[in-house]
């Protein structure tokens, strides 16, 4: 049997560890035997990925096993009336046109997986890719997907149309699976509304999360029988505990071992190697979750189970090793030699103790003992050097927790009682985090009907949000709704678990603990007043005593089962230790109690009985500040990213200069301006610094203008400057009227203002002093103090004017640097940016 792995990877769009992506795959596939073929940038043009791809197909062989890996950009059009278009972005996706789309689409790689499984079953795809873009305030992390489409600006039926032409031209989509491939195991790095994300791993390398946690795994693995399901639970805990809402899944069949056809039941026991007196390893244990705490009986090699026969020992997990857990072996018995210990020894897990939260703990503090005491105590955490989460002590000597975003309150005095409120603080980030984690029992999953659905309620009316990715702001006027509804034929159970700002849980449906039974075809809406029969919405709250400097996340988990489940063990407060668990608990509440109470439990063979569940977690962030002031102005093509995206946008390293352009207006048809003589106005903005001006205003005038007629604009400059964390454009098209003021003498007119002048100012000196969270929705709203002025001064002059383009140009995309060619209606608009530093 042959190996074959093709590892594409295309570095676009300020990514930074693609290529050293495609070098950890080559270098953990190549010692199991996989002749690999790389294609990474600049040769990963959507051709030659399709002609490799097509040579892979033809070559095959039905006894050979295949693996395609992708690591560079995804991107997705969502339509509400028909299926997401999603695809991935190669190195020459930004020469694509409306007529020529050089995006590789999801149907086109169903197809392609399709013709290869036909072939050879042994096929494995892996993609670390996103397709929903969204910004992380881990400023270090760059996100996987598109901040925006391409500067054709495709959309939604441009994909469509592209896939209608290849299916014309005989793509054969009668190969592609109705609902999924079964005969290819599929690992994602998430979900098709979350985001995936790439920074500098634990060796200091730039790689992708996914990527780099995968590869690790499966090196450990090497050797040890698990699947799939099994290898990408410790893939999804490496990948969170960077990124707690990036979620890695194996889809297909996942229960085959890596690069097998056969399915392999879930590891029950693990091999034993002798590590001297009184100890083993007990290899592979860190791919199974295991903690220290965790018990495991040793049996002889034959035995059915940890009761079949006498054992020969008991071993006790105090150390994690990269690739195995060290443990305290107690022999049964008289017999004291670890010799007693053969070498085909099997450790069947009997007791598992609560996933603890590493915690690195401060070494230059006087109550350094103190704080690994207290750590000690608490069995939802262990200390660990290189953790994310960590005390911190500050000028004064005080203690604060930090969890990888920031501070997470004022300091503690360095005192028995300080100690313990970050110890609580802790131990709430530790519940927190073990939750969102949760996730559906592969073994056992839940197929269901219920539908979850979001969004702000304005003024009684919905407003939806996407799944994951949302910004929220804690201000009085914004609150929200989530609704469920079971579509499916079977009564479900569902309970809202919120996991908050400061990692405090709450349970939203606390009137019903075991969980909302939805009949089939029932709907439950939380935040809608049964008794004035309106939807009013519930809150968002800031806590007081979290630190208002940067936004940070938050997370609604629908915990969906088909039996009642009594979550009211998670309600924190009151939480401290419990005694032993309830009698008669399913298997998901026995997990829930161990994430609350930190409690263990014996391992045995579950009841047939046992609840089956399923999770659907909502992500967002919240500003601790009031939403930024809405911009009035409308335009026909307004292609600025998600307004998460902006306020959550990394600020630039370092100041940049840019000169934007207008190299091409045509006006293909005059009808809404009324008149031959137009006029054109623009309007550049950005961060500024010191005493530069943070806008640009110029205008532009043409005579006798008729349909179809290239405007002569001569690369017009309108701007030339700063460009600091982001450049913003407004342009305009208006009906000339004799005698009208330019844009920037108006602009000039109105600025004594003080609402005007007090934009200027925060546009101007805010990026220097803000805080990030207030900073970022100042910002955004001077922006559009200026953008509105601008428009309300143009249509008191000349009347109707048309907002012809709007966009957001961020540092993190090199401030657009390139050609941008847009089509709104009537017009064809052309502009450059241009670095000039």
């Known amino acids: 049997m042959t190996r074959k792995a093709l590892l594409i990877g295309a570095q676009t769009n300020g990514l930074a560890g693609v290529l050293n992506d495609v070098e950890a795959m080559a270098q953990t596939l190549e010692p199991r035997g996989f002749q690999v073929t790389r294609l990474v940038t600049p040769d990963a043009t959507r051709a030659g990925i399709l002609d490799v791809y097509e040579k892979l197909i033809a070559d095959a062989r039905q006894d050979d096993a295949y693996v395609v890996y992708w690591s560079g950009h995804g991107g997705r059009f969502v339509d509400p009336a028909g299926p997401d278009q999603q695809f991935l972005v190669p190195d020459d996706y930004h020469d694509s046109s409306e007529d020529d789309f050089r995006g590789i689409t999801g149907v086109e790689l169903s197809i392609l997986l399709a013709r290869l499984t036909k072939v050879a079953l042994n096929t494995t795809v892996v993609l670390d890719c996103c397709h929903a873009a969204h910004m ?106 960077l990124q707690p809402v990036q979620r890695p899944e194996a889809e297909g069949p996942s229960g085959r071992p890596p690069f097998e056809t056969a399915d392999l039941e879930p590891a029950s026991t693990l091999p034993v190697a002798v590590a001297g007196p009184e100890r083993v390893h007990v290899l592979g244990a860190p791919l199974l979750g295991v903690q220290p705490g965790d018990e495991f009986t040793i049996m002889p090699a034959g035995a059915a189970g940890p009761l079949d026969g006498p054992s020969i020992g008991t071993a006790t997990v105090d150390r994690l090793l990269p690739t195995a857990a060290a443990a305290r072996l107690r022999l049964s018995g008289p017999v004291t030699n670890e010799s007693a210990v053969p070498p085909d020894a099997r450790a069947h897990l009997t007791r598992t103790a609560a996933p603890a939260l590493p915690v690195r703990l401060p070494e230059d503090t006087p109550v350094v003992e103190e704080l690994v005491r207290a750590v000690a105590l608490r069995p939802l955490l262990r200390p660990e050097a290189d953790a994310v989460i960590g005390v911190a002590v500050d000028a004064s000597g005080g203690l604060v927790v930090w969890d990888g975003i920031g501070p997470l309150h004022a300091p503690y005095p360095a005192t028995a009682l ?5 110890m609580d603080n802790l131990q709430r980030i530790a519940q927190a985090t073990a939750l969102r984690r949760l996730s559906g029992d592969p073994q056992r999953p839940l197929r269901h009907g219920v539908e979850v659905e979001w969004g702000r309620v304005r003024d009684g009316w919905e407003e939806p949000l996407p799944i994951s990715g949302a910004m929220l702001f ?9 609704r469920l509804h079971n579509s499916g034929d079977q009564a479900m159970f569902v309970s809202l678990l919120d996991i908050g700002i400061s990692s405090r849980i709450a349970v939203l449906t606390e009137a019903d603990p075991s969980g909302i039974r939805l009949a089939a075809g029932a709907t439950y809406t939380h935040g809608w007043d049964a008794d004035r029969r309106l939807l ?72 047939p009985s046992k609840v089956r569940y399923a999770v659907q977690p909502i992500d967002f962030s919240v500003s601790p500040t009031r939403p930024p002031t809405p911009e009035q102005p409308r335009f026909l093509v307004d292609d600025r990213p998600e307004q998460a995206i902006r306020l959550l946008s990394p600020r630039g390293v370092a100041p940049g200069r840019a000169a ?63 460009a600091v964390d982001f450049l913003d454009i407004a342009v305009w098209v208006s009906r000339d009227t004799s005698g009208s003021l330019a844009l920037s003498t108006l602009l000039e007119q109105r600025f004594t203002s003080p609402e005007v002048q007090a934009a200027g100012a925060q546009m101007a000196q805010l990026a220097l002093t803000a805080p990030q969270a207030a900073l970022a929705v100042a910002v955004a709203g001077a922006g559009a103090v200026l953008v509105n002025t601008a428009y309300e001064l143009l249509t008191g002059v000349v009347g109707q004017s048309i907002g012809l383009y709007r966009t957001s140009l961020l540092a993190q995309e090199q401030f657009g640097v390139g050609r941008h060619e847009r089509h709104p209606q009537d017009f064809t608009f052309t502009f450059t940016v241009e670095d000039v530093a």
């Open 136 to 241: 992380s305030r881990q400023t270090a992390l760059r996100v996987k997907s598109l901040l925006r489409p391409a500067p054709f600006l495709p959309a939604y039926a441009t994909v469509e149309r592209h896939v209608a032409r290849l299916v014309e031209a005989g793509l054969p989509v009668d190969q592609r699976a109705l609902i999924s491939n079964p005969h290819a195991v599929r690992v994602v790095a998430c979900s098709p509304s979350e985001s995936a994300w790439e920074g500098s791993n634990r060796d200091g390398v730039e790689m992708g999360l996914f990527t780099d946690a995968l590869t690790r795994a499966l090196r450990e693995a090497h050797g040890v029988r698990i699947n799939w399901a099994t290898l990408l639970d410790a893939v999804r805990r490496d990948v969170q505990d």
């Open 418 to 422: 300080g100690i313990s409120s970050i």
């Open 474 to 482: 804690a201000d009085d006027e914004e609150r929200i709704y989530i």
């Open 536 to 607: 009013s919405g519930v809150p968002v709250t800031w806590p007081e005593t979290v630190d208002t400097a940067v936004a940070r996340p938050e997370t609604v988990i629908a915990l969906i089962s088909d039996g009642p489940v009594d979550v009211s063990v998670l309600r924190q407060q009151g939480v401290r230790t419990v005694t032993g668990l309830r009698g008669g608990e399913s298997d998901l509440e026995s997990l829930l109690t161990r994430i609350a109470c930190g409690a263990s439990r014996e391992v045995g063979d579950a009841p």
């Open 660 to 722: 934007v352009r207008i190299a091409e207006l045509i006006v293909h048809r005059n009808r809404a301006l009324g008149g031959a003589d137009i006029r054109v106005d623009a309007m550049v903005l950005t961060g500024g610094a010191g005493d530069s001006p943070v806008y640009r205003a110029e205008t532009m005038r043409f005579s006798n203008v008729r349909d179809g007629e290239r405007l002569p604009m001569d690369n017009a400059l309108i701007y030339h400057g700063p």
